[in-house]
């Protein structure tokens, strides 16, 4: 009997090995810093913004960007500057040219994944050629590209409900050039992913200048 129990507790360690094995840490790959002037105070109504290094969850070692050249709509067609393309086009530097200007009020990006994908995390580059935070961030995934029905929401800071989406509790970030990397609590099979905002502590503005979608 004991002889039995000690041989499953090795293959209990060995499932769990040949488990981790397959596991891979999500680190970003992010550009250098490209602060500029002087520094302003980043205040969001009601709230502080958090300064924060991103998390390094473990995911599937087949698990990569699988937004990479995807096709990228927006609730506004016509940009101020730049191109929605940007969004989705593996250069994060901040330099005039690299973001897209939405404008003011709330509005929305999203990706097309081509195919409904398992998503374990996003990442999201708004600005970070200066600190600053955004407004009313809200992440949702869906098969609906409507985003009517089957709406997971993975990240929300809309602490008021002011975008009318749900209230949310997750803080405000301050931008810098590693980006925001926000994991799922648990996978979410989806083809869309969409970013909501309202400005940002500086201005009106809704800037991208990079989202990474992370599934397979
Ligand atoms: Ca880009
Ligand atoms: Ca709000």
């Not at 989705?88 to 690299?98: R, S, V």
Request: net charge negative; proline share 6%.
């Amino acid at each position: 009997m004991k002889k039995a129990s000690v041989l499953l507790g090795v293959l209990a360690v060995a499932v769990a090995q040949s488990f981790a094995a397959d596991m891979k840490p999500l680190k970003l790959d992010f550009p250098p810093s490209q602060l500029e002037g002087t520094p302003v105070p980043v205040k969001l109504a009601g709230l502080t913004p958090v300064e924060e290094s991103n998390p390094v969850p473990m995911v599937p070692a087949d698990v990569k960007n699988i937004a990479l050249k995807k096709a990228v709509t927006a609730s506004d067609d016509f940009p101020l500057e730049g191109e929605l393309e940007y969004i989705t086009d593996g250069n994060k530097a901040a330099n005039q040219g690299c973001y897209v200007d939405i404008t003011g009020g709330l509005q929305w990006v999203q990706i097309d994944l081509g195919k409904e994908s398992e998503i374990f995390a996003v990442a999201v580059w708004h600005f970070h050629s200066q600190k600053r935070a955004y407004n009313d961030v809200v992440i949702q995934v869906s098969n609906d590209k409507e985003f009517k029905n089957g709406v997971t929401t993975i990240y929300n800071n809309d602490h008021d409900n002011s975008a009318k989406l749900g209230k949310g509790t997750d803080k405000p970030w301050i931008e810098t050039n590693e980006g925001k990397l926000i994991p799922l609590k648990a996978p979410v099979k989806a083809q869309y992913v969409r970013l909501y905002s309202d400005g940002n502590s500086t201005n009106e503005v809704n800037s991208y200048i990079e989202v990474e979608v992370f599934g397979r």
